[in-house]
Nanobody
Framework: QVQLVESGGGLVQAGGSLRLSCVASGTFFSISAMGWYRQAPGNQRELVAVISSGGIANYADSLKGRFTISRDNAKNTVYLQMTSLKPEDTAVYYC?????????????????WGQGTQVTVSS
């Protein structure tokens, strides 16, 4: 019902920047919170940042000041601007969204994940 497609990942040198995008498409009534998570090899998936439909953002403490999340509600798109990247930022970055969808005539809230986009930061 909702597809999330990430883009913008790639290889960057330490100190560089990348901007990730995630577009939500499909059939839904509304999208509320959208966010970014990441998973490095051997590690659990962790929160990077989330943003409400009203634009209130929350970040992982360790990433405050380097990463900025934003969204364009008209385009159903969330962005993650990453600056001063470090090798330890290397991970697969996943988009996540809460959406209200129609299900059997009812509106229900569901959570969706994208397929992920690889970010590799070289030293």
């Amino acid at each position: 019902q909702v597809q999330l497609v990430e883009s913008g990942g790639g290889l960057v040198q330490a100190g560089g920047s990348l901007r990730l995008s995630c577009v939500a498409s499909g059939t839904f009534f509304s999208i509320s919170a959208m966010g970014w998570y990441r998973q490095a090899p051997g590690n659990q998936r962790e929160l990077v940042a989330v943003i409400s439909s009203g634009g209130i953002a929350n970040y992982a403490d360790s990433l405050k000041g380097r990463f900025t999340i934003s969204r364009d509600n008209a385009k159903n798109t969330v962005y993650l601007q990453m600056t001063s990247l470090k090798p330890e930022d290397t991970a697969v970055y996943y988009c996540n969204a809460d959406a209200t969808v129609y299900n059997g005539g009812y509106l229900v809230k569901k959570n969706y994940w994208g397929q992920g986009t690889q970010v590799t930061v070289s030293s």
